[in-house]
């Protein structure tokens, strides 16, 4: 596997269900982040984590969890959702953290995880 | 008042155009700005990087930044269908600390036409 990968890729989840999305990447980097991108909107940053500390938390319920276990891998652990969770859900890694055009903190994305939440 | 708008399109053009796609923004302390393009199904990817004001030329591909005017822009030259896709506008600042916190743009989804 090379680059971002990211499992899985669809979700359906209830409301009262607890899931988790698995990224991890696979170039060495230090800095990792989750998105969200919802339809018609622009990508919200979730969570950034920069060798494996958490540097930022953008605001988000705690019904949602990071968890950055090593510089390889981030989960985000889901339970209790609302329907408007309902979202793509994309990771990225960065060598650095930056503003993402130099060579060191451009941020290479996954594929992303299709949520439903029913 | 959206921080950066973008028009969502979709923007459908004849193979061989040039295309203009454009994002206005409020914040003037915006200082890097970034133009990413996202297949159906695919995560975004980088394809063009400016620091502040100017120019800058990659192949087919121009991305221009007016910041007295706030509005950025990307030139696709001799448009092909495999370009087709949603292209988002990126950007942060000014301080480095914090510029990894890129602020999108909704996208604009291109269809280019054989």
């Known amino acids: 596997e090379t680059g971002v990968t990211q499992t899985p890729r669809h979700l359906v989840m209830g409301m009262t269900n607890k899931k988790s999305l698995k990224c991890e990447q696979h170039?060495?980097?230090?800095?990792m982040y989750w998105y969200k991108q919802s339809a018609k909107k622009p990508l919200e940053l979730m969570f950034v984590?920069?060798?494996?500390?958490?540097?930022e938390n953008n605001s988000v319920p705690s019904r949602f969890s990071p968890e950055c276990p090593n510089s390889s891998h981030l989960f985000l652990h889901l339970h209790t959702l609302q329907p408007e969770d309902s979202a793509l859900y994309l990771c990225?890694?960065?060598?650095?953290?930056?503003?993402?055009?130099?060579?060191?903190?451009?941020?290479?994305f996954g594929p992303g995880t299709r949520l439903t939440v029913l | 008042q959206k921080e950066v708008e973008q028009d969502p399109g979709p923007l459908s053009v004849p193979e061989g155009a040039i295309v203009s796609l454009n994002c206005t923004y409020s914040?003037?302390?915006?200082?890097?700005f970034m133009w990413y393009r996202q297949y159906s199904r695919k995560g975004p990817e980088l394809l063009m990087y400016?620091?502040?004001?100017g120019n800058k030329e990659d192949g087919r591909f121009t991305a221009q930044v007016d910041k007295s005017s706030k509005y950025i822009s990307l030139f696709i030259r001799d448009s092909q269908p495999s370009d087709s896709a949603t292209y988002l506008c990126?950007?942060?600042?000014?301080?480095?600390?914090?510029?990894?916190?890129?602020?999108f743009g909704s996208g604009t989804r291109l269809l280019v036409r054989p």
């Open positions: 990225a890694s960065s060598q650095d953290l930056g503003a993402g055009g130099g060579s060191t903190d451009t941020q290479y």
């Open positions: 170039l060495g980097h230090n800095a």
């Open positions: 984590y920069s060798l494996e500390e958490r540097v």
């Open positions: 914040n003037s302390a915006f200082q890097y």
């Open positions: 400016t620091y502040s004001s």
């Open positions: 990126a950007m942060s600042g000014p301080r480095m600390d914090s510029s990894y916190k890129l602020i």
